[in-house]
């Protein structure tokens, strides 16, 4: 371990280019491929807060969610090994593997072979880049829907991070995928949430207020207007995006039984007040300043679609009455990305952890009994923590926990930190 620490201190970078290689576990060759990519950035700066400190919203939003591919790539296999997904080490498989940073973190913990997909020949540049060294893991330029890959044969881990949102086909995506995953193999899929009510104020790739409740058609008319862009690159960048059970039902029609990974939560059932309320005030500011430039049918079918999506989240919340209805309710409100793990014949799948409805029951109460073993615990944290708020560590080591939060994971944290940003400007006008 010493060892280890001495090597990557003997191996550091100075500046920025360090710092991040430090941060974030990335090839100094990606980090160059990126810097020669986006030459209009201030790469002078010394460090990664700094840097990050020079960037517009949307550019410290995509260019984290980047650097941070190789501990995001980490998170997932952590999930994975965590609910006994991995059964075998040999062949892993990433569509839409964009900076490869899960290959790099599949290899590292053991795997033979790793091989990425990636639609784009400038992403799959930069993900080689990120490979570079690592034996037997490769990343493939080509179409997923439309070119044939079965002769690559069965994978004991299929992952598809942030990626079948933006296809054309979602339903031969996970149809191609299914195939590819060998029995008692593993497919998972990162996929983010339409109705998350921080999304509808704010979506996560354009951070376009109420673009997640229209079609794709108007979608692409909502983010020419919104960003004075041609709609092409909508359709470009993004197909069509689903409800949670559409996907369940996807998977299961292809033989994987699905489950869903407690991840990605922003907030509880109690804070959901203030979340509609922040979600209110970015409908207003939208009516009073964007609206009036919209095409008024556009403005009209939208309008129409966020108030009924307002509804419904109150009548939902109204509507939660017990453990299975508040699940419900934080799976389709409150996690800003679903982790869905499915597995090719779960014989060996932990009791409750299916998503069929008649096995909610059984994972609601083994759920009840957890957090029943845990009270006692976190009667004791919240006793130390009420001690420790008023002393002079706490109120130095917000950095350090978020920077904790942020390693754990990167999109997570800067998610929270954009929305506690946004509540501040709000707050002082």
Same mark, same amino acid.
């Given at each position: 371990?010493?060892?280890?620490f001495?090597?990557r201190?003997?191996?550091? !970078?100075p500046?920025?280019?360090?710092?991040?290689?430090?941060?974030f576990?990335?090839?100094?060759?990606?980090?160059?491929?990126?810097?020669?990519?986006?030459?209009?950035?201030?790469?002078?700066?010394?460090?990664?807060?700094?840097? *990050?400190?020079?960037?517009s919203?949307?550019?410290?939003?995509?260019?984290?969610?980047?650097?941070?591919t190789?501990? !995001?790539?980490?998170?997932?296999?952590?999930l994975?090994?965590?609910?006994s997904?991995?059964?075998?080490?040999?062949?892993?498989?990433?569509?839409?593997?964009?900076?490869a940073g899960?290959?790099? /973190?599949?290899?590292e913990q053991?795997?033979?072979?790793?091989?990425?997909?990636?639609?784009?020949?400038?992403?799959?540049?930069?993900?080689?880049a990120?490979?570079?060294?690592?034996?037997?893991?490769?990343?493939?330029?080509?179409?997923?829907?439309?070119?044939?890959?079965?002769?690559?044969?069965?994978?004991?881990?299929?992952?598809?991070?942030?990626?079948?949102?933006?296809?054309?086909?979602?339903?031969?995506?996970?149809?191609?995928?299914?195939?590819?995953?060998?029995?008692?193999?593993?497919?998972?899929?990162?996929?983010?949430?339409?109705?998350?009510i921080?999304?509808?104020?704010?979506?996560?790739?354009?951070?376009i207020?109420?673009?997640t409740?229209?079609?794709?058609?108007?979608?692409a008319?909502?983010?020419?207007?919104a960003?004075k862009?041609? +709609?092409?690159?909508?359709?470009?960048?993004?197909?069509?995006?689903?409800?949670?059970?559409?996907?369940?039902?996807?998977?299961? !029609?292809?033989?994987?039984?699905?489950?869903? /990974?407690d991840?990605?939560m922003?907030?509880?059932?109690?804070?959901?007040?203030?979340?509609?309320?922040?979600?209110?005030?970015?409908?207003?500011?939208? +009516?009073?300043?964007?609206?009036?430039? *919209?095409?008024?049918?556009?403005? /009209?079918?939208?309008?129409?679609?966020?108030?009924?999506?307002?509804?419904?989240?109150?009548?939902?919340?109204?509507?939660?009455?017990?453990?299975?209805?508040?699940?419900?309710?934080?799976?389709?409100?409150l996690?800003?990305?679903?982790?869905? *793990?499915?597995?090719?014949?779960?014989?060996?799948?932990?009791?409750?952890?299916?998503y069929?409805?008649?096995?909610?029951?059984?994972?609601?109460?083994?759920?009840?009994?957890?957090?029943?073993?845990?009270?006692?615990?976190?009667?004791?944290?919240n006793?130390?923590?009420?001690?420790? +708020?008023?002393?002079?560590f706490?109120?130095?080591?917000?950095?350090?926990?978020?920077?904790?939060?942020?390693?754990r994971?990167?999109? +997570?944290?800067?998610?929270?930190? *954009?929305g /506690?940003?946004?509540?501040?400007?709000?707050?002082?006008?």
């Amino acid at each position: 371990m010493f060892r280890y620490f001495l090597k990557r201190f003997d191996n550091r !970078r100075p500046g920025l280019l360090g710092d991040i290689i430090q941060k974030f576990y990335v090839s100094e060759k990606f980090v160059l491929e990126y810097q020669r990519l986006r030459p209009e950035l201030d790469w002078s700066r010394k460090t990664w807060e700094e840097f *990050l400190d020079s960037l517009s919203s949307l550019d410290r939003l995509h260019i984290s969610f980047a650097m941070s591919t190789v501990l !995001r790539g980490r998170y997932s296999f952590s999930l994975l090994n965590g609910h006994s997904c991995i059964r075998a080490k040999k062949r892993y498989l990433d569509i839409g593997t964009a900076y490869a940073g899960f290959l790099r /973190a599949y290899k590292e913990q053991g795997f033979e072979e790793a091989i990425g997909i990636e639609l784009q020949e400038r992403l799959a540049i930069l993900g080689r880049a990120n490979i570079d060294g690592l034996d037997n893991t490769q990343v493939i330029v080509g179409d997923f829907i439309q070119d044939d890959y079965s002769h690559l044969g069965a994978f004991d881990v299929v992952t598809c991070n942030d990626v079948i949102e933006h296809v054309d086909d979602a339903i031969i995506a996970i149809q191609k995928m299914s195939g590819m995953v060998a029995d008692g193999g593993t497919l998972c899929m990162e996929v983010p949430n339409r109705d998350h009510i921080n999304f509808v104020a704010s979506d996560g790739h354009f951070q376009i207020f109420g673009i997640t409740q229209l079609d794709r058609d108007d979608a692409a008319l909502h983010y020419e207007a919104a960003l004075k862009a041609d +709609r092409k690159n909508y359709f470009f960048q993004m197909g069509e995006m689903y409800e949670l059970d559409w996907y369940i039902e996807q998977l299961a !029609r292809n033989g994987l039984n699905a489950f869903i /990974a407690d991840t990605h939560m922003i907030g509880g059932v109690e804070d959901v007040p203030e979340l509609i309320a922040g979600l209110q005030r970015a409908y207003a500011e939208w +009516r009073q300043n964007l609206k009036p430039h *919209l095409d008024p049918s556009l403005a /009209a079918r939208l309008t129409e679609a966020v108030e009924s999506y307002i509804q419904r989240l109150e009548q939902d919340f109204s509507g939660i009455k017990d453990e299975l209805s508040r699940k419900r309710f934080e799976d389709k409100y409150l996690r800003s990305f679903w982790t869905i *793990l499915a597995i090719k014949g779960g014989s060996h799948l932990k009791s409750g952890s299916g998503y069929s409805r008649q096995d909610e029951v059984i994972a609601i109460e083994k759920l009840e009994a957890d957090i029943r073993q845990k009270d006692a615990q976190i009667a004791f944290l919240n006793e130390q923590i009420a001690q420790m +708020r008023n002393s002079f560590f706490w109120k130095f080591s917000r950095p350090l926990r978020f920077l904790g939060r942020f390693a754990r994971s990167p999109r +997570r944290a800067y998610y929270e930190l *954009l929305g /506690a940003w946004k509540t501040r400007m709000r707050r002082n006008g």
